[in-house]
Each structure stands twice: as structure tokens, then as C-alpha cells.
């Protein structure tokens, strides 16, 4: 699927599709997360069953107004012990899947707040083994 953003003055995710986002002419197949004051950081997990709270306590520090959570190509959420530390600074976690998340990142980040979406990129592979 192809977004177009009338006017964008954040970084806008230019497409999907299984294993992969746009962001501009890059095509990017590994976990990141972005954000809409232009922090892209890689994010070391290939698969939802790769997290774990350290993956949660890293978006805590980047002190977002909101996280958005592509959690693959499915709806899955992250244990409620792993977001203490969001809580804790009052950080908004919003989960769905990622492509989902990508349009949601859009909307938000059009509208100037300050969103990050931390975007889980599974492998194809990974995705063909478990029928996504």
C-alpha cells in the first residue's frame, strides 16, 4: 500500500507491506522506531517473542507525548509489567499491528505531536512459518 501525505513536515512512512516500510525512496526490513521530531533508531527485535521489557524501557527514554506499537502483522500486546516505566513518565502506548501503526504514525505526526512508532518488522520467513 502506497500513503501520501498532502504536507508533511515530519518523517512520513511512504508505504507498507509484509516485512517492510517506506520511509521516503528507503525501503526499510528491520524493527525501527521513528519519530516525528526525526529520531529513527534501530530496535534489536526480529519477532513480537524477541521483546522484552528493555525494549519498553528504551521508548520510555525517548519521552514521546505517545508510542505507538506495531506489533507485526497481527495484534499482540506486550506483558503490563513490561510498560511500568511509560507509566511512570506518563507516556502514552497505543498497540496494533504495524501497518496500522504506520497509518496511525502519519495522522498523529501530520497534526505536530510529538508520536513515535516503534515498528516491528518480521521476517518473511518468520511470517510464512506461522500462516501470516
Given at each position: 500500500?502506497?500513503?501520501q501525505p498532502d504536507k508533511f513536515d515530519a518523517p512520513s512512512i511512504s508505504g507498507h507491506g509484509p516485512g517492510?516500510?517506506?520511509?521516503?525512496?528507503?525501503r526499510i526490513t528491520s524493527s525501527v522506531i521513528l519519530g516525528s521530531r526525526?529520531?529513527?533508531i534501530d530496535w534489536p527485535c526480529a519477532r513480537f517473542e524477541d521483546l522484552t521489557a528493555a525494549h519498553f524501557?528504551?521508548?520510555a527514554?525517548?519521552?514521546?507525548?505517545?508510542?505507538?506499537?506495531?506489533?507485526?502483522m497481527?495484534?499482540?500486546?506486550p506483558p503490563t509489567a513490561w510498560l511500568r516505566p511509560l507509566i511512570a513518565r506518563q507516556i502514552g502506548l497505543e498497540t496494533m499491528d504495524t501497518a496500522a501503526a504506520c497509518r496511525t504514525y502519519n495522522i498523529l505526526a501530520g497534526e505536530g505531536r510529538h508520536?513515535?512508532?516503534?515498528?516491528?518488522?518480521?521476517?518473511?520467513?518468520?511470517?510464512?512459518?506461522?500462516g501470516g
Amino acid at each position: 500500500m502506497k500513503l501520501q501525505p498532502d504536507k508533511f513536515d515530519a518523517p512520513s512512512i511512504s508505504g507498507h507491506g509484509p516485512g517492510w516500510i517506506g520511509l521516503g525512496p528507503e525501503r526499510i526490513t528491520s524493527s525501527v522506531i521513528l519519530g516525528s521530531r526525526g529520531e529513527r533508531i534501530d530496535w534489536p527485535c526480529a519477532r513480537f517473542e524477541d521483546l522484552t521489557a528493555a525494549h519498553f524501557e528504551t521508548l520510555a527514554g525517548l519521552d514521546a507525548e505517545l508510542i505507538i506499537f506495531g506489533s507485526g502483522m497481527r495484534n499482540r500486546f506486550p506483558p503490563t509489567a513490561w510498560l511500568r516505566p511509560l507509566i511512570a513518565r506518563q507516556i502514552g502506548l497505543e498497540t496494533m499491528d504495524t501497518a496500522a501503526a504506520c497509518r496511525t504514525y502519519n495522522i498523529l505526526a501530520g497534526e505536530g505531536r510529538h508520536v513515535l512508532a516503534a515498528l516491528l518488522l518480521e521476517p518473511l520467513t518468520d511470517m510464512r512459518a506461522s500462516g501470516g
